[in-house]
């Protein structure tokens, strides 16, 4: 053989020995480890091999890890079993696997301060203060010679929010009328400043006289407020943070996502529950037990719930002390169960399945399917309904996360949002050791 032929022998044999290896399966259990382990102070993580293979870990930063109860500078492993990592300290290393003093995987791990919350389950009424007042129709004004909306006409639209009349800020409904009524007697315009989406637009109105009425009208439907029942998910006994409903709250008639502008949670009590059917969800009425006695603010509506401080937790609870909570790649498919009430202020733990996890990198409020599997909620509200949002789910001691929606052709069933993203959104840093984040 010449030697040209051997060397296209040799680079042959080369290739099929890179695919091979890449194949492998102890190339293939390195390559889906994952690039970042995160973990609590004091918790253990396994690195799970089946390798007849022995090497070592070493770590950037051996302070904060042990490797199978051994210092991390250079722990010797065998790759036939588990790798067992024990979290010592908050802080960030590198664990660096060698086969034969050749690195394979580099592993950042990311041990976190230890964080514990009370887990919610409570009815809570909520009373939603808009930021300025909410547009939410159109309507004519006669005029006793032609019908027209002079809000229409000046392009304001429904959804909009009227946040200034004038250069004043507006913060009710009863500001508006006197501002209209001295407009449309001095037959001057008005200055309006609107948010609409990201922008905010500064138009024009003429206010309209209404013969029938006998006043000035803008031909406009407005809404300073929304008010509606939830369920409470967590307290922050730290940061006397709260969340709740696991949903954004939109309007009614607009179907936008109202701009809070202050607000608050109090208690209520279930009442009765249509139960939910395919194709029509169910509902859980309630009343509020005392508007006087305020359980909290609120301050931000977002789409993983509602947000703001409470006083204290509330007395009616499943339990006395703060659970440990689940980062989101920690949760896992399998039996859970949920706290919510269905009678009267009574929380209760009920059965279900998170049949599916969504792994995610960054929030999202479907992070898994869950499927109520407890006959006795399933014979009181067939399943997941609306009023329930909110919930927590709990999972081997563990809160995980909320419930957020239902599947309106199967009640039994319906979306988790993971509880690092409400976290997140109430303005609470899991990487900053309960520093808060400025809610944006």
């Given amino acids: 053989m010449t030697q040209q032929p051997k060397k296209k022998w040799l680079g042959f044999m080369l290739l099929v020995l890179s695919v091979c290896t890449f194949y492998s399966t102890p190339f293939q259990e390195f390559a889906s480890l994952p690039n970042e382990i995160r973990l609590f102070k004091g918790s253990v993580e396994q690195l799970k091999f089946s390798m007849p293979f022995t090497g070592s870990v070493t770590a950037s930063n051996p302070d904060v890890v042990d490797v199978n109860g051994l210092a991390a500078s250079k722990a010797e492993v065998n790759y036939r079993s588990p790798v067992t990592i024990n979290s010592k300290q908050t802080g960030e290393t590198e664990l660096q696997l060698k086969v034969a003093n050749v690195p394979i995987k580099t592993v950042k791990v990311n041990v976190l301060d230890d964080f514990k919350i009370y887990p919610g389950g409570q009815s809570i009424g909520v009373q939603l203060q808009t930021a300025g007042v909410l547009v939410v129709g159109h309507h004519l004004v006669d005029t006793g010679g032609e019908k027209a909306s002079p809000g229409e006409t000046s392009k304001i639209k429904v959804g909009d929010t009227i946040l200034k ?243 309106v052709n199967d009640p039994t069933s319906g979306y988790g949002l993971f509880i690092e993203w409400m976290l997140h959104d109430a303005g609470i840093d899991l990487h900053g050791n309960k520093k808060e984040l400025k809610a944006s």
């Fill in 165 to 407: 009349i004038n250069g004043k800020p507006i913060r009710e409904m009863k500001e508006v009328g006197n501002m209209v009524k001295q407009a449309g007697e001095n037959n001057k315009p008005l200055s309006i400043l609107v948010a609409r989406g990201g922008e905010q637009l500064e138009l024009e109105l003429t206010p309209a006289y209404d013969a029938k009425d006998k006043a000035y009208r803008m031909g406009l439907y407005i809404r300073d407020s929304a008010a509606g029942v939830g369920t409470l998910t967590f307290y922050d006994p730290i940061s006397k943070k709260y969340g709740a409903l696991g949903h954004v709250i939109s309007d009614v008639d607009t179907g936008k996502p109202i701009v809070v502008g202050g607000g608050h949670i109090i208690q209520s009590r279930v009442t009765s529950i249509e139960r939910g059917t395919n194709g029509a969800p169910g509902e859980k009425f309630a009343i509020f037990k005392d508007e006087n006695d305020k359980l909290g603010t609120i301050t931000k509506n977002s789409p993983f719930g509602i947000f703001g401080k409470m006083t204290k937790y509330p007395e009616n609870n499943m339990v006395k002390e703060p659970l440990p909570i689940a980062l989101s790649e920690q949760v896992e498919e399998g039996p859970a169960h949920i706290y919510t009430v269905v009678d009267g202020q009574k929380v209760e733990k009920y059965e279900i399945e998170i049949v599916n996890v969504i792994q995610q990198r960054f929030p999202a409020t479907k992070g898994m399917i869950i499927k109520v599997t407890d006959p006795k909620l399933l014979e009181k509200t067939g399943g997941i309904v609306q009023g329930m949002s909110g919930s927590p789910i709990i999972q081997k001691g563990k809160l995980v996360g909320a419930v957020t929606h239902v599947f």
